[in-house]
């Protein structure tokens, strides 16, 4: 298995590739971004993850066309749904804008960024969209359990996957196991390494496993999301740990190190806010808005 052939099947038989890049947020130079999607090109990443927020479509649309890597298909590229156009003919302008900037004709997946209000009629859209045959997989993001019963009550197309903050401090098992009896992909979004957090990657049960396999603490965490059948989209603008990120399939974590290690790890810890707090948040919703124009 690679990067590029390592995939992960959506319940429409769709495949993913089950290592992605996240690298595309927060990647505000124009060098340093087109220099990040090239190496992670390279090397072989064909998933990549953007947003409308992150204001960088454009940008990776410009790279991947740079790339020179026919056909389309070759790529999955995901982008998300802001809160500022949540609703019906909302969500179909968005869409169609970040096809523009993506220079694309459809998606492989589209996602709704959070849960916020008029959701539901976001979703009714994004259906109409993935029977057109303009998305291939239909999601959401930073969804709860409470979230996604309400979405399947109301729709006629179950959300096909989650994208939500995982890692071994917070490992949301208790929605990891839900997802998974409702055949809902789990993906792993920014933090599948704890948002690079220095304590995570120096604690000293990690160091001892990457030891054991001769690899890095990192290269053992986003191994463990492979293994538990997750999703995952680490970012990086630094070209060794570009490559470091994509070795992660010639080596298999024990059962005593995957139940056993690791998962004492779990404190409940996020390094994010809950997802709710941007749901209730008028002003924050607001501010987005105005920064978006």
């Given at each position: 298995?690679t990067?590029?052939?390592k995939?992960?099947?959506?319940?429409?038989?769709?495949k993913?590739?089950q290592?992605?890049f996240?690298?595309v947020?927060?990647i505000?130079k124009?060098e340093?971004?087109?220099?990040?999607?090239?190496?992670?090109?390279?090397?072989?990443?064909?998933?990549f993850?953007t947003?409308?927020i992150?204001?960088?479509?454009?940008a990776?649309?410009t790279a991947?066309?740079?790339?020179?890597?026919?056909?389309?298909e070759?790529?999955?590229i995901?982008?998300k749904?802001?809160n500022?156009?949540h609703?019906?003919k909302?969500?179909k302008?968005?869409?169609?804008?970040?096809?523009?900037?993506?220079?694309?004709?459809?998606l492989?997946?589209?996602l709704?960024?959070?849960?916020?209000?008029?959701?539901l009629?976001?979703w009714?859209a994004?259906?109409?969209?993935?029977m057109?045959?303009?998305?291939?997989v239909?999601?959401?993001?930073?969804?709860e359990?409470?979230?996604l019963e309400?979405?399947?009550?109301?729709s006629?197309?179950?959300?096909?996957?989650?994208q939500?903050e995982?890692?071994?401090e917070f490992?949301q098992?208790?929605?990891h196991d839900?997802?998974?009896?409702?055949?809902?992909?789990h993906e792993?979004?920014?933090?599948?390494?704890?948002q690079g957090n220095?304590a995570l990657?120096?604690?000293?049960?990690?160091?001892?496993?990457a030891?054991?396999?001769q690899?890095?603490?990192?290269?053992?965490?986003?191994?463990?999301?492979l293994?538990?059948?997750?999703i995952?989209?680490?970012?990086?603008?630094?070209p060794q740990?570009?490559?470091?990120?994509?070795?992660?399939f010639?080596?298999?974590?024990?059962?005593?190190e995957?139940?056993?290690?690791?998962?004492?790890?779990?404190?409940?810890r996020?390094?994010s806010?809950k997802?709710?707090?941007?749901?209730i948040?008028p002003?924050?919703n607001?501010l987005?808005?105005?920064?978006?124009?």
């Open positions: 298995m990067v590029e052939t995939t992960i099947e959506a319940v429409n038989g769709v993913i590739p290592l992605g996240g690298g947020y927060k505000k124009k340093e971004f087109e220099m990040s999607i090239r190496e992670a090109i390279r090397v072989g990443f064909r998933h993850d947003a409308k992150y204001g960088n479509e454009q990776l649309g991947i066309e740079k790339s020179q890597i026919p056909p389309r070759k790529f999955f995901t982008s749904v802001w500022t156009d609703g019906y909302a969500t302008n968005a869409f169609e804008q970040t096809c523009k900037k993506l220079n694309v004709k459809y492989d997946m589209y709704i960024h959070f849960a916020s209000p008029h959701y009629e976001t009714k994004m259906e109409e969209l993935y057109e045959g303009r998305i291939k239909i999601g959401v993001a930073n969804f359990i409470q979230h309400n979405i399947m009550k109301h006629e197309i179950a959300p096909m996957i989650n939500i995982t890692h071994p490992p098992n208790e929605l839900y997802l998974k009896n409702h055949h809902i992909l792993a979004w920014g933090g599948p390494l704890g220095k990657l120096e604690h000293p049960d990690l160091k001892t496993i030891h054991e396999h690899k890095t603490v990192a290269q053992v965490i986003l191994r463990w999301h293994q538990r059948g997750i995952i989209i680490p970012k990086s603008s630094n740990r570009i490559k470091e990120n994509s070795d992660i010639d080596f298999v974590l024990t059962h005593e995957m139940g056993g290690k690791i998962s004492q790890l779990n404190t409940g996020r390094y806010i997802p709710t707090g941007y749901m948040n002003f924050y607001r987005m808005k105005i920064f978006m124009k």
